[in-house]
């Protein structure tokens, strides 16, 4: 299935949330008609700052049916260690799967991540930072369902998006596609409803996960709408150029 044919997601991340009240966020979040949540997971060794663990996750589940998808932003032993709390807090209502998310720099031994992501019943995806050239996760692309290319330096939100990753977005795609594989391309940090999308959409992406660029708008349902009409928009030929 070509890029074109993969459908367009729009993934919200809750970051810019009031955590507070996480449990409605995720309820109205739903409401807006996104296709997945996203809970970026830090551990203030991988990345400089601590936000949500397993359980936060877990106990937004009775609010939403909406699939969810945890990026573990964290350090290898995290990620080993606590994997299996992390695979189960990100199933569906009725077990589905959920994506949960390694970074290619944190896990020295990430085939054997990635295996027991699947085998916990997760569905198994990688993550990498902007400085990570694509050739790092060319030989897991066989054991994912998602590819995330980060277009910030993970960490934080509200960050400027870096426009030199398009190249290896359609690196990725190309490949992907020279293999037959059915993996989604992700982009995350610093996507609005702006040229950020539409190129990245162009370039071979289709899933967008959006924090500050959702949630600044008047409603979160207005939010996800924008985002997914330029991103449609970008698949049928109108590409937004970058400003000058």
Known sequence: MTASERPIQIIPSVLPADWAAMGQCVKDLEAAGVDRIQFDVMDGNFVPNLTFGPELIKACRKYC???FETQLMVSQYNSETMLEQYVDAS???NGERGVVIAHVEANT???RVLGRIRQLGGSPSVAMNPH???EM???VLDMVDHVLVMTVNPGFGGQAYIPTMLDKISQLRKTIDERGLTV???VDGGIKANWTISQCCAAGANCFIAGSGMFAYPTLKEGCDDLRRVAQEAREGKVLPTPS
């Open 65 to 67: 049916n909406v699939k």
């Open 91 to 93: 199933k569906g209502p």
């Open 109 to 111: 031994h990430l085939h």
């Open 132 to 134: 990570t050239p694509m």
């Open 137 to 139: 996760v060319k030989n």
């Open 184 to 186: 989604d391309i992700e």
